[in-house]
């Protein structure tokens, strides 16, 4: 079946995942969209791209949303009309969304041997001592899926990845950590939960507490 899972990540936020096999025809026939949308589909020129972005309506669908209820912000933030938070993600033959009362951000990400090779622009490399290379690369995969998801939360220009988000060390197993953003004197607190759907890596991140950076004090 195309809708893979739905999943509840916690009692207040539910995981849909689609794996795409349908043609972009079966797909375009299965919704409805408003003229933006219909118009950005046009606009764009890989077929791969088409059928993700019509995969995650048909996820809205599944959560009882449709195009028409989804909006996006200036800066290109998706929202719901009834006010829940919704992050989006595609790569390859998935589409996800995750949709919440909390603030949220969610990536998914295909393993592939260059994530692990641009691994030190982004990371900490040494959370990789003593792995393998196949759990160094999907270390280096979830890393960089938990640098995505915080930045989709704060979507603020200027974050680095490298500079200004660190994850807290953490295993495979653990399918969990916590992850600060340092960043204009202050650090806020998120928690990650993370998966392995067939090839693919899937990490969610919500919002903790936020510290002063310099005092130490809770906002």
Known sequence: MPLLEIKALNRNTNLYVWKITE?????FRSVALKDVSLARLEGMKA?????????????????????FDLYYDDFGKPHL??????????????????ISQENIGADLEILKEKTLKLAPRFMDVAH??????????KKATVV????????????????SFKDHI??????????????????????????????????????CAFNSVSLNYVTGQID
């Not at 006010?83 to 033959?93: A, R, T, V």
């Not at 990789?128 to 690369?137: A, F, I, V, Y």
């Not at 960089?144 to 974050?159: A, M, Q």
């Open 47 to 67: 077929e791969s791209h088409q059928k993700g972005f019509l995969s995650v309506r048909r996820l809205l669908m599944e959560a009882g949303y449709n195009d």
């Open 81 to 98: 009309k009834d006010g829940k938070h919704i992050s989006i993600s595609h790569s390859n033959d998935f589409s996800v969304i995750v």
């Open 128 to 137: 990789l001592k003593g792995l393998s290379k196949s759990d160094s690369l």
């Open 23 to 27: 043609s972009f025809d079966e797909l």
């Open 166 to 203: 660190f994850e807290n060390d953490f295993t495979l197993a653990d399918q969990k950590c916590t992850v600060e953003l340092r960043l204009n004197n202050k650090v806020e607190c998120f928690t990650i939960i993370f998966d392995f759907i067939e090839e693919y890596v899937f990490v």
């Open 144 to 159: 960089w899926g938990i640098k995505e998801s915080v930045f989709k939360i704060k979507n603020e220009v200027g974050i």
